[in-house]
């Protein structure tokens, strides 16, 4: 992205009415196919993965209309996904399936494994609820910050029916979340679910997650000086453009 972001002040900025059209195109094809395909996902990796290609479209928002608050929104939009995605991946590798003599194997991916992993071990299952919202863009996660910028920039060039297609994707993309959510802490696991499902914490995991989640809150509730840090990161990227 930083790259990215180079190529499109330093170079492309000049076709401005010829690149807007293609941001534009890939943009909205990656939020509507990304969200579409995560939506019907039983895998949650899978899910993350689709989701991910709707948050490349997020991303690209910004860059609509070559606005200078883009380069300050794309550190802090990378930084904040970044921060989800490792906890939420953190979560994932320790939610395990248990072979029929009770060792520990691979990790439970099937959404239906991840029911009632609220009663199991709260702490995963509410860390993992805080990076599902966060990823939602919900307030006082680090998300909502992280897309409020990418859209003001996108608003800021004129590029408003763009950001009214990323919120309406963005409340489509809640859906497959917070069904996640709601199957860890209001949905009971099947009693002949097999193979068992265990929750197995690891030092360096919960580690990862603990951090995580106290600085997806942290951005989102006190993300001024963090957004201090990209203004100067964006000006960085291309000197004399960035806030």
Excluded: C
């Amino acid at each position: 992205m930083a790259a990215l972001g180079r190529l499109a002040y330093l170079v492309l900025y000049r076709f401005e009415w010829e690149m807007n059209w293609v941001i534009w195109t890939v943009a909205i094809a990656s939020m509507v196919f990304g969200t579409i395909l995560a939506i019907v996902q039983t895998d949650i990796k899978r899910m993350l993965a689709y989701s991910s290609v709707a948050h490349a479209g997020f991303i690209l928002v910004a860059l609509a209309g070559f606005s200078p608050s883009a380069l300050s929104a794309l550190p802090f939009y990378l930084a904040t996904y970044g921060l989800a995605t490792l906890g939420a991946f953190a979560v994932i590798s320790q939610v395990r399936e248990l072979t029929p003599d009770g060792a520990v194997g691979a990790e439970a991916t099937r959404l239906g494994q991840w029911a009632g992993l609220g009663k199991r071990n709260p702490l995963l299952a509410g860390a993992m609820t805080l990076f599902l919202l966060s990823f939602a863009g919900i307030p006082l996660t680090a998300g909502f910050i992280g897309k409020f910028v990418a859209f003001r920039a996108a608003i800021e060039a004129g590029a408003w029916p763009l950001v009214l297609v990323a919120v309406l994707t963005s409340a489509a993309a809640a859906f497959f979340y917070v069904r996640v959510a709601v199957l860890m802490f209001f949905t009971e696991p099947a009693e002949d679910a097999a193979p068992q499902v265990a929750a197995t914490p690891t030092g360096i995991g919960r580690g990862m997650v603990v951090a995580t989640a106290i600085l997806i809150v942290a951005l989102g509730v006190l993300p001024a000086w963090a957004l201090d840090i990209t203004d100067a990161a964006g000006s960085l990227f291309v000197p004399g453009l960035g806030n």
